[in-house]
């Protein structure tokens, strides 16, 4: 069994605060622990359900979030910024299922823990063919397209609902439950990291509550900027459409253009988004 987790942060457990998503940030590099001792939950699971081969993804902003020196050793890691499948980077067909760790619900989402959709500040909405879509929705019509499932999603209460809401009865687990977007309940890491490795354990032994989310082609993805500056920028790119001033457009059947485009997207955003911080 080949086995892939794709790991953000705003989802792990103990952690509600942007400034620990953030390097340099307070609480950042305890953050990092952390995160790297969800996924490793995730991966002893795996192993222990016998898994040949377990790929772990780092899919959270610069992707060094994880620490390669306390990542389960058995696995392998995919590290670093502009990997071009970001939150997917490294899987293929030849993988039986993926598990998303450390995930969130989409932009806008009541009591959603640090909630939003690819950028925190530059992105108010993301549309797949006309549905909403939050990373969650994203990423599994990506797999699906590869045609591996989804097993497990684990993150905040509203991430799990969302999970559930887009992909039916799948394997969830949540380590906190959001009161605002910057506030929560949490379980204490060590007790949400067992309950990460049950889940996990759970949702392998159990092949029928793997969830294919398959989006019909062609697939159409629509981006509703905070700005007109970052619409007009993103539209640059041929082929894509400019439908409202702060949306962007873009239509194809291979959807690992919708994921690499999102990527490009978000790196201009980043850059003009800036510009406009200092600006005003
Ligand atoms: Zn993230």
């Not at 497990?152 to 380590?175: F, H, I, K, P, S």
């Not at 019909?216 to 640059?236: D, K, M």
């Amino acid at each position: 069994m080949k086995i892939f987790v794709s790991v953000d942060m705003e989802g792990v457990s103990g952690l509600t605060d942007p400034e620990e998503m953030r390097a340099g940030g307070r609480g950042y590099e305890r953050g990092c622990e952390l995160m790297t001792a969800d996924a490793n939950a995730a991966v002893r699971a795996a192993f222990d359900a016998g898994a040949d081969e377990v790929l772990v993804t780092d899919s959270h902003g610069s992707g060094k979030n994880l620490r390669a020196d306390l990542i389960d050793e058995r696995c392998t890691l995919f590290r670093g910024p502009y990997k071009p499948m970001r939150m997917a980077e490294g899987l293929d067909p030849s993988f039986d299922v993926a598990l998303y760790i450390g995930y969130h619900a989409r932009a806008g989402t009541a009591h959603g823990v640090l909630n939003h959709t690819w950028m925190g500040n530059e992105i108010r909405d993301v549309h797949l063919n006309g549905e909403v879509a939050g990373e969650i929705l994203l990423m599994a019509a990506y797999a699906a397209t590869l045609g591996v499932p989804v097993g497990l999603v684990a993150g905040d209460q509203a991430a799990c609902d969302e999970a559930r809401e887009v992909l039916g009865e799948v394997g969830t687990v949540a380590v906190k439950r959001g009161s605002d977007r910057y506030a929560a309940e949490v379980i204490p890491p060590a007790r949400a990291q067992r309950l990460i490795y049950d889940a996990t354990a759970r949702a392998l032994a159990d092949r029928g509550s793997w969830r294919l989310r398959e989006v019909g082609a062609p697939y159409t993805l629509a981006v509703e900027w905070s700005s007109t500056a970052i619409a007009q920028s993103c539209a640059v790119i041929p082929g894509v459409k400019l439908p409202e001033p702060r949306t962007t457009e873009f239509t194809t059947s291979d959807y690992t253009e919708i994921v690499g485009l999102l990527g490009v997207w978000a790196t201009i955003a980043g850059d003009v988004g800036c510009t406009g911080r200092h600006y005003g």
